[in-house]
């Protein structure tokens, strides 16, 4: 299906003016007929009277075919079942009375914007046969084609490593082709809604939470740091691709897509906290060790080049364990004066 813009159709304004003009016209004959007919029971007066009647009954049928657009809106038309062209841009337009507009996704509320209120645009008054008052929506068949943004709910997913997380994402769409957008799809928002779950689903399995040794991440064969905390910008450009991948037949242009939300999931999310903490201890304790080893050789190294004191390889031993303790430790050292001979 291919998108047909009807670009000679802005003449709104001239078919109100005409088909006013007529419909007063019609009026005016139907009056001045039946003035006619009680003076004289003449052919003119039942001529005019027949030609006003009628216009009268069916000259409100143009009136069905003016359709006023706001800036990146569009209109779907269809005539008798089969589409005729769409309509774009502001303007007043005057097209075939009987065109039917069409939008599958009316009436569809998603999570984004857009959406934020129910597509109303008159609220007639009906009154069934038993006398209840009660009030029919107008749906609003018109397609927007500005950038809309849609924000799903959160998933729990598995990532590469089996761990369970939590993720949310917004992705920021528009329809660019209002043909392909109703025609081929039942409902474009809920099918672009549901490809969102499940292009997230299949590219967060890819990618481990944090960096870990041993994961390749890009197909290539090689272990990489890819991570989905470590890489968020490479991991939602992936999303954004494989989402317009999926939705190019429905007529949507993904432009971006973003992680508005990551963790682990709530029965692991203590675990993993004191998994990320223990490992930070281990790094910050592998640095005390790797800057007391230095400081000691440094130690040792100056004793021997100023010739302070000539140790032996107990004494250098006994010096060692003494300063690693004292820099290792958690808490400062409580020295010990000794006051009489070293032996």
Known sequence: MQEKILNNKKHGMIALVITGLLYLLGLGALIYGGILIETENSVLAIALLVAGGVWTSIGWLPFLGLKI?????????????KYVGTIKGDGFYFVN???????????????QSGDVSAPVTSAPV???ASGTVSFNTVVNNKISLKIMTLNNSRQKINDCLGN??????AVMWRVVDTAKAVFNVDNYKEYLSLQCDSALRNIVRIYPYDVSQGVDTTGDGV???GSLRGSSEVVAARIRDEIQD??????LEVLEARITYLAYAPEIAAVMLQRQQASAIIDARRMIVDGAVGMVEMALERLNEKDIVNLDEERKAAMVSNLL?????????QPIVNSGSLY
């Open 69 to 81: 657009l706001k800036p990146q809106e569009a209109l779907v038309l269809t005539l008798f079942g």
């Open 97 to 111: 009375p009987f065109c039917q507009s069409v939008n599958p996704a009316a009436k569809t509320k998603l999570n």
């Open 126 to 128: 009906k009154i069934d």
């Open 164 to 169: 369970p997380i939590e993720i949310g994402i």
């Open 223 to 225: 272990a990489d740091e």
């Open 246 to 251: 999926r939705v190019q037949e429905a007529g």
């Open 325 to 333: 303790v004292v820099l290792c430790g958690n808490r400062d050292a």
